[in-house]
Nanobody, 124 residues
Framework: QVQLVESGGGLVQAGGSLRLSCAASGLTFSSYAMGWFRQAPGKEREFVAAVSWSGGNINYADSVKGRFTISRDNAKNTVYLQMNSLKPEDTAVYYC?????????????????WGQGTQVTVSS
């Protein structure tokens, strides 16, 4: 079955960096667009970043542009989210997701497979 496993979350001070990874199995990874979403307590899940199957199309939420970088390695079936200049408002559970039809869509309903999430906490 399809599995998406996130790692790399943790506690970091404001201004610091973290790199999230999402390892995929059970699907033809290179055929899927991949996305990162996040959900803070009491808030709805929100789009963070997405990358097309080839890496040629990338989208970011306005709130993370210039600070976060999404990338993928199709040989390793892994998608990454490099997060720099972290702010307390970035605190959330971060999820990776796979979209078999899109090229970097931003709506969570377009993604059919989800990981279990990894906690990112940014202290002020």
């Amino acid at each position: 079955q399809v599995q998406l496993v996130e790692s790399g979350g943790g506690l970091v001070q404001a201004g610091g960096s973290l790199r999230l990874s999402c390892a995929a199995s059970g699907l033809t990874f290179s055929s899927y667009a991949m996305g990162w979403f996040r959900q803070a307590p009491g808030k709805e899940r929100e789009f963070v970043a997405a990358v097309s199957w080839s890496g040629g199309n990338i989208n970011y939420a306005d709130s993370v542009k210039g600070r976060f970088t999404i990338s993928r390695d199709n040989a390793k079936n892994t998608v990454y989210l490099q997060m720099n200049s972290l702010k307390p408002e970035d605190t959330a559970v971060y999820y990776c997701a796979a979209d078999p039809y899109g090229s970097g869509r931003t709506a969570h309903i377009d993604y059919g497979y989800w990981g279990q999430g990894t906690q990112v906490t940014v202290s002020s």
